[in-house]
C-alpha cells in the first residue's frame, strides 16, 4: 500500500535521480551510486555515494545524499527499489527523513516470485528485505511504466513523469544517472541502455 500523501504537492519541476554503477557479479564491497538534479529540463548538480553490495545501508545514502541537496527539490526518482544488487530501499524512511515524494520506475513489472525466492534463499537479511519491498506496495501502471511511489498522488506521479520524460519513457534525472554511472566505471556510456 502506498505511502499517504500529507499534502498536496505543486507541479514538481526539481528533481534528483539515483542509479548505481555497474559492478561485476562476484564484486562484494562497496558500489558507487551516482545522482543527477534536475530544474525541469536542465542538469544543475551531481552527487555521488556509495552503498555495500547486497547490504543494508541504501535508505540512509540516499537521505544523506538528498538532505545535503534539499534546498529546491521536490521528488526523489529511483530505478528499482534497490541498489546494489538486493540493497533495498526503505521507501516510507526515505520519504519521511527527507520530507519529498519517492517515485520508483520500472519499464517492466518486476517478477516478484523470483526476487522473493532470490532474497529468502541467497540474500542475507532478504527477509527483512522482502518485508520492505511488501511494504512498497505492488508497483502500479502509469505513463508506460510501472511505478512504486510514497508521498505523492498515482496523478502527480503521472504528471512528474510527463514533466521528466524528455528523450524517452525514462525520467531524465535517471536517464542522466545511469550514463554518468556507466561512463565514470566503464569508461565510457556509448550503447548503454536507459
Same mark, same amino acid.
Given at each position: 500500500? *502506498?505511502?499517504?500523501? *500529507?499534502?498536496? !504537492? ?11 554503477? *555497474?559492478? /561485476?557479479?562476484?564484486?562484494? =564491497?562497496?558500489?558507487?551510486?551516482? =545522482? ?12 555521488? =555515494? ?76 532478504? /527477509? ?8 512498497? =506496495? ?7 511504466? !510501472? ?33 554518468? /554511472? ?13
Amino acid at each position: 500500500m *502506498p505511502v499517504p500523501v *500529507p499534502r498536496a !504537492y505543486p507541479r514538481l519541476s526539481h528533481a534528483i535521480g539515483f542509479d548505481d554503477a *555497474p559492478f /561485476a557479479r562476484e564484486w562484494r =564491497g562497496d558500489v558507487r551510486i551516482f =545522482g543527477a538534479v534536475y530544474a525541469g529540463p536542465t542538469l544543475h548538480a551531481v552527487v555521488s =555515494g556509495r552503498v555495500r553490495r547486497d547490504g543494508r545501508n541504501a535508505t540512509d545514502e540516499l537521505s544523506r545524499l538528498v538532505t545535503a541537496q534539499a534546498e529546491h527539490l521536490q521528488l526523489v526518482f529511483l530505478q528499482g527499489i534497490a541498489l546494489a544488487g538486493f540493497n533495498v530501499v526503505d521507501l516510507g524512511a526515505l520519504h519521511a527523513r527527507t520530507g519529498l515524494p519517492v517515485l520508483v520506475v520500472a519499464r517492466r513489472k518486476p517478477r516478484l516470485d523470483r526476487i522473493r525466492r532470490a532474497l529468502l534463499e541467497e540474500v542475507p537479511g532478504g /527477509a527483512r528485505k522482502w518485508r520492505l519491498i511488501e511494504q512498497a =506496495g505492488e508497483m502500479e501502471p502509469c505513463a508506460g511504466l !510501472y511505478v512504486q511511489r510514497a508521498g505523492l498522488l498515482l496523478a502527480e506521479a503521472e504528471a512528474a513523469l510527463g514533466t521528466f520524460c524528455l528523450t524517452g519513457r525514462i525520467p531524465e534525472p535517471l536517464r542522466t544517472a545511469h550514463l554518468i /554511472a556507466g561512463g565514470v566505471t566503464r569508461g565510457s556510456s556509448a550503447g548503454q541502455r536507459v
